[in-house]
T-cell receptor, first 113, second 112 residues
Framework: NAGVTQTPKFQVLKTGQSMTLQCAQD?????MSWYRQDPGMGLRLIHY???????DQGEVPNGYNVSRSTTEDFPLRLLSAAPSQTSVYFC????????????FGPGTRLTVT | EDQVTQSPEALRLQEGESSSLNCSYT??????LFWYRQDPGKGPEFLFT???AGEEKEKERLKATLTKKESFLHITAPKPEDSATYLC?????????????FGTGTRLTIIP
């Protein structure tokens, strides 16, 4: 049982490039989400999904797209990277939307130059 | 708007020196207050959920308590392996994990 996995662990992009951050979980969790963590700020929700085929926007969705074609996978796409998207990105999952315990992945550190 | 403020930002303790971390919150109606531990370069790890004022939960050297305005994470006789950033988050009634509000954390360092 690997829990929540994320790839890559580190990534450097140039402004304007696009990329996809991968997230997978093997716990059959319905709810998955993406956060970004910046110095001096709490974790902020980007997008979330309550099940395959269902996604919705969080607090800071601009510049990011998501899709959820399977229960296991929830990729985050950066459409045209900007320096303001330099951050650490965490994927999290929970059994369902109101489950109390969320499981976080190890994170992806993204730098946009 | 829900708000979470954690203090202090950073805390250095000698091994065995007990102390407390504070999480002050405002929320329209509290469904749950959560404590997470985050090690450098890793994702947050769930510790506790507290639901109502007066509730307490313990795990090894950690004890979390809750009042109507704040929560404390008491650490008793800490060891170097307790060094981490501790995050607090609140969730309002009638919402799920899509409405968690996180604090910025307290970075705890235990010196051997």
């Amino acid at each position: 049982n690997a829990g929540v996995t994320q790839t890559p662990k580190f990534q450097v992009l140039k402004t304007g490039q696009s990329m996809t951050l991968q997230c997978a979980q093997d716990m059959n969790h319905e709810y998955m989400s993406w956060y970004r963590q910046d110095p001096g700020m709490g974790l902020r929700l980007i997008h979330y999904s309550v099940g395959a085929g269902i996604t919705d926007q969080g607090e800071v969705p601009n510049g990011y797209n998501v899709s959820r074609s399977t229960t296991e996978d929830f990729p985050l796409r950066l459409l045209s990277a900007a320096p303001s998207q330099t951050s650490v990105y965490f994927c999290a999952s929970s059994l369902y939307r109101t489950a109390l315990e969320q499981y976080f992945g190890p994170g992806t550190r993204l730098t946009v130059t | 708007e829900d708000q979470v403020t954690q203090s202090p930002e950073a805390l250095r303790l000698q091994e065995g020196e007990s102390s407390s971390l504070n999480c002050s919150y405002t929320v329209s109606g509290l469904r749950g207050l959560f404590w997470y531990r985050q090690d450098p370069g890793k994702g947050p790890e769930f510790l506790f959920t507290l639901y109502s004022a007066g509730e307490e939960k313990e795990k090894e050297r950690l004890k979390a308590t809750l009042t109507k305005k704040e929560s404390f994470l008491h650490i008793t006789a800490p060891k170097p392996e307790d060094s981490a950033t501790y995050l607090c988050a609140v969730q309002a009634t009638n919402f799920g994990n899509e409405k968690l509000t996180f604090g910025t954390g307290t970075r705890l360092t235990i010196i051997p």
